[in-house]
């Protein structure tokens, strides 16, 4: 069964920094991976896709990498920015089933200090 | 930008209760969602719909749970009894293609 693990649980920042966010997953047979924004109280935001044909996909500030054989991805943000503030989360397709039954991690929560 | 929408955005009931949380997709998408997240756990998938129909759902998606298109808007997913563990914030999400990527804003549901 596939089971999705974020580390770390939290994260602060002063502004400015780089940071790298951490997502594991057990089963490497995955279609894609997605990295969400959550905001409090709100919706996920979907940031970047990455197929599983891909190594990376980049955003903006953001650059999320893929490493199936190793069963791991890594949200990169440059330059950390107050606003970015959030809690991130990383998802793959359940294997089997359709590409939008997700698979959630528990997310990061991060927050960046001015 | 067109969004997904999603009333009541908080829903208090008591315990043995129906509710039903309602849900506006973006026009043109023909894959729908419901997912749930309680309170500090991760996002789980509830039940996915396309062509007027359930097309998967996970275990927790057992007999008290149903989804319903009863017009061309709207999506709602109905409680039938509400236990004190339904308690959590309810997304309802479409998507055009497969990949899902449009989450509407959620419903918190307290069960008392």
């Known amino acids: 069964k596939q089971e999705v693990t974020q580390i770390p649980a939290a994260l602060s920042v002063p502004e400015g920094e780089n940071l790298v966010l951490n997502c594991s997953f057990t089963?490497?047979?995955?279609?894609?991976l997605q990295w969400f924004r959550q905001d409090p109280g709100k919706g996920l935001t979907s940031l970047l896709l990455i197929q599983s044909s891909q190594r990376e996909q980049t955003s903006g500030r953001l650059n999320a990498s893929l490493d199936k054989s190793s069963g791991r991805s890594t949200l990169y943000i440059a330059a950390s920015q107050p606003g970015d503030s959030a809690t991130y989360l990383c998802?793959?397709?359940?294997?089997?089933?359709?590409?939008?039954?997700?698979?959630f991690g528990k997310g990061t929560k991060l927050s960046v200090k001015p | 930008e067109p969004e997904v929408t999603q009333t009541p955005s908080h829903q208090v009931t008591q315990m043995g209760q129906e509710v039903i949380l309602r849900c506006v997709p973006i026009s043109n998408h023909l894959y729908f969602y419901w997912y749930r997240q309680i309170l500090g756990q991760k996002v789980e998938f509830l039940v996915s719909?396309?062509?007027?129909?359930?097309?998967?759902k996970s275990e927790i998606f057992d007999d008290q749970f149903s989804v319903e298109r009863p017009d061309g808007s709207n999506f709602t997913l109905k409680i039938r009894s509400t236990k004190l563990e339904d308690s959590a914030m309810y997304f309802c999400?479409?998507?055009?293609?497969?990949?899902?990527?449009?989450f509407g804003p959620g419903t918190r549901l307290l069960v008392l």
């Open positions: 719909f396309y062509n007027n129909e359930i097309s998967e």
């Open positions: 089963d490497s047979a995955i279609y894609n």
């Open positions: 998802a793959v397709p359940n294997y089997g089933g359709s590409q939008g039954n997700l698979i």
């Open positions: 999400a479409s998507s055009e293609l497969e990949h899902l990527n449009d």
